[in-house]
Every structure is written in C-alpha cells, then in structure tokens.
Nanobody, 122 residues
Framework: VQLQASGGGLVQAGGSLRLSCAAS????????MGWYRQTPAKQRVLVAA????????????TYADSVKGRFTISRDNTKNTVYLQMNSLKPEDTAVYYC????????????WGKGTQVTVSS
C-alpha cells in the first residue's frame, strides 16, 4: 500500500489549506484513514481520522480537541482518498502532516505516507 499526500504549504494565520492523500495498492475495505502531525519537539499525534464506513463518503470521524471546529476530515472511498480541510489556521498548527491508513481487521497493519509541511505564519 502506498499513500501519496499533497496540499501542504505556507499560509498566514487565519487562512486555509486542504490536504489530500490517495491510497493505492491492496487496500482492505475495512480501514481507518487519518492525518497525524509532528513537530521537532513533539511526538506524532492524531489530528483527525475517519473510518471506511458503508458508503462512498465513509463513516464516523474523530478529531483532536485542538482542531475541532476548524478542521474537517472527509474521504472518498471510490478513490481511496482522504482529505483534510483546515480553516482558521494558527501558528501552532505548523507541523509536518502525515497520512495514515490502518486495517481495522488487524490494527497492527498500517501504512504511512511521506509527510507534507504545513507552515502557518503569524
């Protein structure tokens, strides 16, 4: 399984960015796709995740408290793609963002994409 992420960049505080991540390869239909972020001083942490669900648009989503109300995760199961719409960005959102897909039948099976840098200037 390969994950190809795109959409990072530099934006001013209050601005928006949209990240995309397309998965390819042998993908179990029962999975959770999500976004994590990491700074040099901190561990990689979950930003948002969404389960595959039973429809093309996926199932339930979960968010880190720090991004609730500002970020929206969505997915298109027909394209094996997950999106992260980031609004009202803050300097503390600056990090490398990583896409992840985890197999829900076997949680030990997961894959990571290469990170994409998001920088929010004040």
């Amino acid at each position: 399984v390969q994950l190809q992420a795109s959409g990072g960049g530099l934006v001013q505080a209050g601005g928006s960015l949209r990240l995309s991540c397309a998965a390819s390869g042998s993908i179990d239909t029962l999975n959770v796709m999500g976004w994590y972020r990491q700074t040099p001083a901190k561990q990689r942490v979950l930003v948002a995740a969404t389960e595959s669900g039973g429809s093309a648009s996926g199932g339930s989503a979960t968010y880190a408290d720090s991004v609730k109300g500002r970020f929206t995760i969505s997915r298109d199961n027909t394209k094996n793609t997950v999106y992260l719409q980031m609004n009202s960005l803050k300097p503390e959102d600056t990090a490398v963002y990583y896409c992840n897909i985890r197999n829900l039948r076997n949680l030990l099976i997961q894959y990571w994409g290469k990170g994409t840098q998001v920088t929010v200037s004040s």
